[in-house]
């Protein structure tokens, strides 16, 4: 980011170059570009490549360095016209330019809508703009185009500033989304490739953070669409959904896609807020369960407009999808089929002639975060009236401990009716090219084994102090709501008005008579919705599901008390309560008492060791388990 004019020197380290430079966002070829012979002065918003060229040598790869000042910035096509050398027509696509000055002078935006531009990271998207918006060959322009045809060289950049380092990279870029893809839709979602074609290869960088993959082959970056102001000026526009799902699954110690929020400047234009993503794919697993690709499996499904929304691999085949698929439509409620899609024998020990075809606690927990968001579009889809699957990855190393993992993936229809009631069973998935996830969910609830683990699980996730609980669920969406709640302005000048009218060349496109979008009437409106109505009640309202489904047994778990000294004292209004001390079940398979359970008869002194858990027995059944850390009151 610049706040004053400066000069810009260019060199080479190649003795006797010819350095070759353009200002409108083309690559710099040797026969028209200019030669750069002296410093360049920079005052305003520009992006500048750069080629070297010397005998005898191949051309170098492009440099190419965004230079921002957000003065100029605010003030972009404020009447909606392209920028200087800019394209009129998208192709089909709807077009929409600039910075509304219904925001950027309003009393209450402009005094911050700069530092708002500054409140989280920007990154840069340089392309030739015939590759982005030429109607015959632009990805922009013909956004429902697929595949690595449609893909098209680029310089991709983290903006420095003075709390981080940036970097610069070349790639390739797509377009990126499934109905998102439409042409009345102006702000379309994009799909880095860093391949040795462009230059370096590997984004080697902690995009995601010090804790997550330190290099990448891809990455995307997503924006919201089906909630949002760019397609049709949505009310409900949020901008969390999908990332609060992920973050959801992340906390649970399962492996699930990174993602964080960034400014988009493309060819040097404001495009607003994106959200980047980490891709489940097989380098993503190579990053964090080790081998290398040609050990993974992963499945997807094939959607968007035109598209068959079947499944398919993107990376190995689906060989063990299938068999998998196999021994599920035979049926799971005999306990040898259940135990060997998990690699075991009948009595749960390992059995090496067996694949470990599914991650079972795994899925459970993908499963519950799916039902509580109350998800309309994974990994079954409402919209084709839950005949098909969407939204939705697997994936499997071959040669691993676990089977089949699940990642949540675009959530957008997430968090809407509190009352949403996506706990099934639905037909999708009955044939093999509409398997999903969901279908596998319905299939193990045969098993009485997988009955009680779902109850274990879900008790433990949506009781007081789980990770779907009010108190967590709103810890997790306010961090991320107080992260964008500034950078939400810029957005709002940028596209909020796609519900309104703007005038000039925007009503050739006959846009509405509202006024646009803003962070505080609209944005905070529905994340308060979201925190206030919401979460407070959803964790209970799924309970009540997952126990009307017969999923939740009516016996009452165990209670506890911390008494003086360190001892912990259970209740329960019926039947007998036994324990363990060493962090195990105290219910044996086939529903007996495990010779290693103590009986419950007066408070247990604690120590410092293994969690204890319990479990109530009356009649021959069971409750929920009980788990409860020693020196916590959390249960």
Known sequence: FQEASFELNLSSPLKGAVIRYTLDCSAPDERSSAIFDETLEIGQSTVVRARAFAAGHAPSFSETRTYVFLEDVIRQSPDGLP???????????????????????DPVYRK???????????????????????????????ATRQGRENERSAAFELLPTTAQPGFDINCGVRIRGGFSRTAENPKHAFRLFFRKLYGTGKLKFPFFGADAAQEFDNVDLRCSQNYSWNMGGDSKGLFLRDQFSRDLQLSMDRPAARGDYYHLYLNGQYWGLYNSCERPEASFGVSYFGGVKEDYDVIKVDSGRGQSYTITA?????????KLHELATAGLEDDAAYQRIQGRNPDGSPNAEYDNLLDIEGLIDYMLIILYGGNLDSPISRFSRNRVGNNWHGM??????????????????????????????????????????????????ANADFRRLVADR????????????????????????????KAVVGESARWGDLGGRRGGFLGLFGIGNSG??????HWRGEANRVLNDYLPLRSGVLLSQLWRQGLMPDITPPRHRKLPGGKLELSAPRGRIYYRLDGKDPRDTGDEVNPAARP?????????????????????????????QPGSSKQ
């Open 396 to 445: 499997r190393d071959r040669n691993g401990s676990h089977g089949f993992r699940f990642f949540i993936w675009d959530a957008e229809h997430t968090l809407l009716d509190i009352l949403e009631n996506r706990t099934g069973p639905f037909p999708a998935g009955e044939s093999f090219e509409r398997s999903n996830p969901q279908w596998l969910w319905q299939q193990c609830l």
């Open 83 to 105: 920028p200087p050398g800019g394209y009129y027509r998208w192709g089909k696509n709807r077009v929409d330019y600039g910075m509304d000055t219904a925001i950027v002078k």
């Open 600 to 628: 419950y008869e007066a408070p247990i002194d604690t120590g410092k060791g293994s969690p204890i858990k319990s479990r109530v027995r009356y009649k021959g059944e069971w409750s929920v388990l009980v788990e409860i």
């Open 458 to 485: 879900a008790h433990n996730l949506l009781s007081s102090g789980g990770l779907l609980s009010p108190e967590n669920t709103r810890r997790v969406f306010e961090k991320r709501m107080k992260q964008i709640e």
């Open 516 to 521: 646009p979008k803003t962070r505080d009437e």
């Open 112 to 142: 911050t809508i700069i530092s708002d531009l500054k409140s989280i990271p920007s990154v840069s998207l340089v392309l030739d703009p015939e590759d982005l918006f030429s109607s015959e060959s632009g990805i922009y322009s013909n």
């Open 314 to 322: 993107t990376d190995g085949d689906l060989d063990a999808w299938r």
